[in-house]
């Protein structure tokens, strides 16, 4: 039997906790709220995750990320339950 940590990669993205995560279908982008009003969307590039866009639109504390995987929007919640919807975006 393999031991799970050999599954396991670490990745820092900041010394703020995360507080909340999702990734796209096919796992190449996480959308990321490091526990205040912004979500920042990561691509893998190589062994490393690179800043690809921000996306703002809150007030508060981010408290929720959702990623769709058949329309590739992202929607977010926040502290006061303002939902937030973003569209298909590009990037690179």
């Known amino acids: 039997m393999v031991p799970a940590s050999s599954f396991s990669e670490v990745f820092r993205f900041g010394l703020v906790p995360i507080a909340c995560r999702a990734r796209n279908e096919d796992r190449s982008q996480v959308a990321l709220s490091l526990n205040n009003n912004e979500v920042n969307i990561y691509g893998r590039a190589a062994s490393e995750w690179k800043l690809q866009e921000t996306l703002q639109g809150h007030d508060l504390r ?11 929007r992202i929607v977010t919640c926040g502290a006061v339950s303002l939902l937030c ?8």
Request: charged content about 5%; aromatic content about 16%.
């Open 85 to 92: 919807i973003y569209l298909t975006f590009s990037c690179g």
């Open 62 to 72: 981010v408290t929720g990320i959702d990623w769709a995987p058949s329309t590739n």
